[in-house]
Structure formats: structure tokens, C-alpha cells
């Protein structure tokens, strides 16, 4: 919304001046004008005026009827992100079992029940590669690819299963959702809008963080911070919204536990279905899917399964 939208709405709201109403809504004059010389005023500023045109009998007003067009995306966000924290403590319960199950119970220790060491740093570091990877980066090699977005949010998804492990590996389930819980309200950027450049250089952030703690040039917890704030950014310059990163964690998840048990340790997974990859496959019975459910999506993923 434009700051000359502003003052053209507030008078259909009954305000004398613009400076009436930003006392009312708590606002500095400072900010006001910060609005005025960038032209711009935030959402909540437009969700308060939504809010207030819901009290009162307004006239039709063109200038009005934007701005509410334009911050309804943030009312929804907003009624969205109430149900957070519980997906949240879904997410982390489901990562610590699939921990678990494949790593043995003192996995945060940082051995698995096989001796073998767990660095959940190095596994960030290389899914950030395999995202890079998804973008046509190369200077000597199709360079007028489109990047391949579904593989990114995909690896976006790996990224988060290693970044919550890694964040339990440093504390406990409540204290992880909350770590994480004010980050997820983001408005991830439309698909046609991306700008993928950007998008390698703020994922090549995630790398210097994993090196900066593995070589003890950051510490540990102020990373785990450091990296929360930085992963949703990423996800928000990549167009994946909080709500479809849980459903495609649910699928991964879901997909990683089906892998374990049909021999992806021992080597004799089958990888490949009918010519697509077990994750397209996946993604794709996931989006015939309205509600995500582990069990269903386990049981379908049995079906298309070329071993079974």
C-alpha cells in the first residue's frame, strides 16, 4: 500500500488527519515518516484498517477496497500461523523417532547405534550443494536452464531435517519450537518472482554457518539462532511457505522411514520408480493429498514401490 493510499483511506474511517490516526493505532511520528519518504506502509498498518472497515458502515472508496485486497494475505498468514507451534512439535517429534529408530537412542551424543560418527554440520553443507546444483550455475554448462524449483524445495526440506536434528541435538522438543516458532511467519515470494541468484548466495549462507561452528569460529547455540533466522529466509526467496514445507516434511519423513525399511542402510533400496525418482514419486501422491497423513502416505508409497 502506498502512503498516499493511507491518507486517502483513513478519512472514510472518520480520522480528521493522518496524524489522528497514527496516535490511535500506537505509531511514532518518526515511522509515519519513514512511510512518507519511502512511500510505502507496512501490512499491519493495512490489517488494522481492514480490521476497522469491519466496524464500520464506510462509504465505497477505491483506495479502501486495495487495501484490503492487499493485506488479506497477511490475515490469513496470521490465522495460519495460530496452528505453528503444534506443527512445529509435530515435526520435531517425528524427526527425534526417525533419530531414533535409524540412529539409536543416544544418537544426539553424535555416534549412531553402528559406532559410526553423526555430523549433522557436514550433511547441512552437502544439501545445500545438491540445492545449488538445482540452479543452472554453471557458466560452461546450460546456462539458460530454468531452475528446477521442485528439486529446491525438496532439498529445502533435507536441509530441515538436519537442521532440527542438529537443533535437538543441542536442546530438547519445547525448547525447539519455541526456538523456532517466530520465524515461520514469512510471506515466501511468488514463484515468478524469484530471483535465483540471490537465492544461491543466501543458501551458501547455510554452508558458512555449518563451517563456522565445525571450525569453532562460531558458537554453537548462537549458530543454532543464526541458523533458524537464515533457513526461513532461504525458504522465503525460494517461494516455499511454512505450510508447504511441513506438508513436504511430512512427506520426506515419511519417505526417509519407508526407505529404512526396505533396505536403504544395507544398500538394496530401490531408488528409481517405473523411470521417476522415489521423491518425485512421492511429492506427487502428496499432492493429490489435502490433509497429510503419515499412515495413508506410507501405505501409498507401498503400492508404487517396484520392490514390493
Sequence with gaps: MLYKELKESIRTLG????????????VTPSDLLEWEEKDEVPYTVSLIIHLLKGDVDLPNNAALDNLVEECLP????????SSFPHKLEEMFLLQKQLNDSTNGKNWELGQNKFGKEIN????IHMEVAELIDSTPWKHWKNINAAPDMNNIHVELVDIWHFLMSYILQETNVPKAVSLVNTHCIYEAVEIEEIDVKLMVKEAEKLSYISLAIETGNMPSFSGVERFIDQFFRCCKISGLSFMWLQKLYIGKNCLNKFRQDHGYKEGTYIKEWNGDEDNVVMV??????????????????EKNYPGK
Excluded: P, Q
Design 284 to 301: 506427487s501422491i502428496l499432492e493429490k493429498m489435502e490433509n497429510v497423513s503419515f499412515e495413508e502416505l506410507y501405505t501409498a508409497l
Design 120 to 123: 549433522w554440520l557436514r550433511c
Design 74 to 81: 497477511l490475515a490469513e498468514l496470521l490465522e495460519e500461523a
Design 15 to 26: 480520522f480528521l488527519t493522518i496524524e489522528d490516526f497514527v496516535h490511535y493505532i500506537g
